[in-house]
């Protein structure tokens, strides 16, 4: 194989986000050595010798509706302290490369095309990207804003769908990072179904809800009735502006509920809230509210303050998810990888508790590194 065709594609969906832009820089950053690889799992030695493309070999591309270019966005994030200061100028030539490898994406406002239209056009982009650079294969990853889950009488697919669709047409391993819907659709299951490709989701699991997924299952273990778990979010940015939209807030909040009823056995008393603050930027706060049970009914309380840059959190996991996929790509893997379900807030299968999720996470690096 010659290095040419071992280069891998990373086509975002919201390509232009925050979340794109942090990974975009971050890989740069990290490939020229100026950052260590912080947060990302697949630097880790257990994932040395498992055959995952490395960073220096990843092609940014991808699609966003918005057109604002990557260096600025990349400024604007440095500014709000996401990224560290200086960093958008040393990865400037990086970023303007994956600039030019954006498309416009759609539904665009008064877009007449049909879904079919839609995905075919979409596929003929990511498709054009592949052959255009010689990659090896292009993994698609939706990171762009948060959709209202669907209604059952809507007749046009999301648009998190359409581009679902566009990546199994384009032959290309797919993970949804959000919680839109993405492959779930019914309009789907046969398309799915037959794609023989590896694919995971959905909606990566960074921060209030990673903490949830280790703490939930303490409570089991120890034989402590969870009586109420509430929890309250306050974050900034594009994802605290759309996430203002209650039925986006909704299809969040859903995966955020999921992992304590997946875990605890049903859902406690107690929702989430997502509270939209724009002078937050891309940092968010998360309190945790748990009220449970111990020895005679003594009744106990565990609070929790999470606060994190939700762009830092999430960057070094796609980049991780995009290698493992690029990799079960190569080894002829498809369908649902549970195995990814460590990265996921509602993955396909699986265990729920994190420590459960990493131990088959390192097994499926064992079985990459075995097949080398
Ligand atoms: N950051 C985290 O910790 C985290 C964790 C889990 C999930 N997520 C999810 O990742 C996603 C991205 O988060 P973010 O902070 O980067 O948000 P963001 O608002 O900064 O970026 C989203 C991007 O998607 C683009 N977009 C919207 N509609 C589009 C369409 N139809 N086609 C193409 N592009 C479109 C927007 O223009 C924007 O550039 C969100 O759905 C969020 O819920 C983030």
Same mark, same amino acid.
Request: proline share 8%; hydrophobic share 40%; glycine share 12%.
């Given at each position: ?105 759609? !539904?665009? !406002? ?225 369908? !649902? ?36």
């Amino acid at each position: 194989m010659t290095a040419h065709a071992a280069r891998t594609g990373v086509w975002f969906i919201g390509a232009r986000g925050s979340v794109a832009t942090t990974a975009t820089a971050g890989c740069a950053a990290v490939a020229a050595g100026l950052h260590p690889p912080t947060g990302m799992v697949t630097e880790t030695p257990p994932f040395h010798g498992a055959g995952l493309p490395p960073l220096t070999s990843l092609v940014f591309g991808g699609h966003d509706t918005l057109d604002c270019p990557l260096p600025k966005r990349a400024e604007a994030l440095a500014a709000g302290g996401v990224l560290p200061h200086g960093l958008p100028s040393a990865v400037r030539s990086e970023l303007t490369a994956a600039d030019e490898e954006i498309r416009s994406g759609g !539904p665009l !406002p008064g877009d007449t095309r049909t879904d079919e239209e839609l995905v075919a056009s979409f596929a003929t982009d990511i498709q054009d990207f592949t052959h255009r650079h010689g990659l090896a294969r292009t993994v698609v990853i939706n990171v762009a804003s948060t959709e209202p889950a669907p209604g059952a009488d809507d007749s046009r697919l999301p648009a998190s769908s359409l581009y679902a669709a566009a990546a199994l047409r384009a032959g290309c391993p797919y993970a949804n990072f959000t919680p839109s819907t993405g492959l779930r659709s019914p309009h789907l299951r046969e398309a799915v179904d037959s794609c023989a490709l590896p694919h995971a989701g959905r909606d990566g699991k960074t921060g209030q809800t990673l903490l949830r997924s280790v703490l939930a299952p303490m409570f089991v273990q120890r034989a402590l009735p969870v009586r109420a778990w509430s929890g309250t979010n306050l974050l900034g940015g594009g994802d605290g502006a759309a996430l203002a939209d209650p039925a986006a807030a909704a299809a969040k909040n859903a995966g955020k509920e999921r992992v304590l009823a997946d875990t605890l056995g049903s859902a406690p008393e107690g929702e989430v809230h997502i509270d939209d603050v724009p002078a937050m930027g891309d940092w968010k706060t998360a309190w945790d509210h748990i009220a449970f049970d111990g020895f005679l009914g003594s009744r106990m309380i565990l609070q929790t303050i999470w606060q994190g840059c939700d762009s830092a959190l999430a960057a070094p996991l796609v980049l991780d998810l995009a290698r493992l996929l690029a990799r079960a790509h190569e080894l002829g893997l498809t369908g !649902p990888r549970p195995e990814l379900g460590f990265y996921f807030k509602d993955p396909d299968g699986g265990p729920a508790g994190l420590p459960e999720q990493y131990q088959e996470l390192l097994a499926f690096a064992e079985r990459l590194r075995a097949a080398r």
